[in-house]
């Protein structure tokens, strides 16, 4: 299975993605510049973490209109899974794949720690692998983190399965004052993840956690 | 021509940045305000263009950049 890595001028977690791809059986990672255009050859594809184009103007704001955008436009329309990690979750948002918004954290300060996360839905392709009494331990580090939308868009991602992720109570509990705790939502297909904790940072119990692996070998199931 | 495009958090948006320069304001003993928000302004220089062009070409840079539609409202004034 062939994993697209973005990089955006200031990425800076696509190489975490690649080492964890490189170490799933039957997975390759490739990066792929926001200049190309066509995603035809991958099977699943990464938005990285980082900073593109400095966060000016509001996170993920101007990344949203690199070329490869269509092509992940197209790639989501096939049913291919995309993962938005972070920043990748901010351009995902800002180019209106995902529904709501990601605003300033509720205490204004940038947070790097760790969080504890509960999958709120197992039967995507994202999830399948999550055992169901599983709290995942991850770190985030985000200024813009805090998942808020108005209340029609919030009944309507509960009551569609869309909320992929929540923080739990342990490690401090919601870390930014996102809505109803969640950290990561999908597209109404399913087929698109935005999280704003780093799975690709949790992958390898050397680094404190590996519940974050689960993410990417659930992926590993889909073949669209 | 230029324009003068003022973005700002629409109501109920949570603003910390503006939460805490009141908050500072009020430490100082700056005493009176209720409560203070931060926008974004944004200046355009058209060169020589009618008013309303200036006017389309900032109402869709705001439409599909400058403002996000889902956090954010915006106006602008026109000037020579």
């Known amino acids: 299975m062939k994993f697209a890595i973005i990089v955006f001028p200031g990425s800076n977690c696509d190489h975490d993605a690649y080492k964890v791809i490189e170490?799933?059986?039957?997975?390759?990672?490739e990066f792929v510049w926001h200049k190309e255009n066509n995603l035809s050859g991958y099977d699943s594809i990464i938005v990285p973490g980082g900073f593109s184009y400095g966060d000016y103007l509001r996170a993920g704001a101007i990344a949203k209109f690199s070329p490869i955008m269509n092509a992940i436009i197209s790639a989501s329309k096939s049913g291919k899974s995309i993962i938005g990690i972070c920043n990748g979750f901010q351009?995902?948002?800002?180019?209106?794949?995902?529904?709501g918004a990601l605003i300033n954290n509720n205490g204004v300060k940038f947070k790097s720690k760790q969080v504890s996360l509960r999958a709120e839905n197992f039967d995507t392709i994202f999830t399948n692998k999550i055992p169901k009494d599983k709290k995942m331990f991850m770190p985030i580090a985000h200024r813009q983190g805090n998942y808020i939308a108005d209340k029609e868009t919030l009944e309507r991602v509960s009551d569609?399965?869309?909320?992929?992720?929540?923080?739990?109570?342990?490690?401090?509990?919601?870390?930014?004052?996102?809505?109803?705790?969640?950290?990561?939502?999908?597209?109404?297909?399913?087929?698109?993840?935005?999280?704003m904790?780093?799975?690709?940072r949790a992958s390898d119990i050397l680094l404190g956690s590996n519940d974050g692996e689960l993410i990417f070998q659930s992926m590993m199931g889909n073949t669209n | 021509m230029k324009a003068k495009v003022y973005i700002s958090y629409k109501e109920g948006i949570l603003d910390p940045q503006g939460k805490t320069v009141g908050g500072a304001l009020d430490s100082m003993g700056i005493q009176g305000i209720e409560d203070l928000r931060i926008g974004k302004y944004v200046e355009i220089d058209f060169g020589n263009i009618s008013k309303q062009k200036a006017e389309?070409?900032?109402?869709?840079?705001?439409?599909?950049?400058?403002?996000?539609?889902n956090t954010e409202t915006y106006h602008f004034e026109l000037e020579d």
């Open chain 1, 23 to 29: 170490n799933i059986d039957g997975a390759t990672p």
């Open chain 1, 91 to 99: 351009i995902l948002i800002e180019a209106g794949l995902l529904p």
């Open chain 1, 197 to 200: 904790p780093h799975p690709e």
């Open chain 1, 160 to 195: 569609n399965g869309q909320i992929a992720f929540t923080y739990t109570s342990d490690a401090g509990g919601n870390p930014n004052g996102s809505c109803l705790d969640i950290a990561g939502i999908f597209n109404k297909n399913k087929n698109i993840l935005g999280m």
């Open chain 2, 56 to 69: 389309e070409i900032t109402d869709e840079s705001c439409r599909k950049l400058l403002a996000n539609p």
